[in-house]
């Protein structure tokens, strides 16, 4: 993703917290500014520095066709490692329908901005707001990836 930014400062870390204790080793981390073309090129180096690599996730979903281009391009066959994603978007689903990627996060645009009018206008109205307002997630698998098409 974009380091700094908060929301995928965020994924991050929420990632790893849900590992729980589950020991893993991270070995790179790499920059994509949210795009497939360093998706891709972070991808590769990644891959080159650690040719044994089980598993890659990104914080964001445009990144990850590039991944998925690379992980091709080394010959690593989609069983051998596992790829997570966030956002279902970019060509997420169909990466995740063909096998290349395992998951991803998917976001529900519309209930969050159905929230988001509704907490505006309670601001505007005076009532109280919740600091933050949970809109939801879904992880979209093999298995379900049809209820996010």
């Not at 972070?42 to 089980?54: Q, W």
């Not at 009018?117 to 379900?144: C, F, P, S, Y």
Request: proline share 5%.
């Amino acid at each position: 993703g974009v380091p700094g930014v908060p929301a995928l400062d965020d994924r991050v870390t929420g990632m790893m917290e849900g590992l729980g204790d589950v020991k893993i080793d991270v070995v790179g981390k790499g920059a994509t500014n949210c795009t497939l073309e360093l998706g891709t090129s972070v991808t590769e180096d990644i891959l080159t520095a650690n040719p044994d690599l089980k598993a890659i996730y990104a914080a964001c979903g445009p990144p990850i066709p590039g991944a998925v281009k690379s992980i091709s391009n080394a010959g690593i066959a989609n069983d051998k490692i596992i790829l997570v994603g966030f956002d279902a978007c970019c060509g997420e689903i169909e990466a995740i329908k063909s096998g290349a990627e395992d998951a991803s996060v998917a976001q529900f645009p519309a209930k969050m901005g159905e929230l988001g009018i509704d907490t505006v206008v309670k601001a505007i109205r005076g009532e109280a707001v919740e600091a933050n307002v949970d809109t939801g997630a879904g992880l979209v698998t093999l298995q379900n990836v049809k209820d996010f098409e």
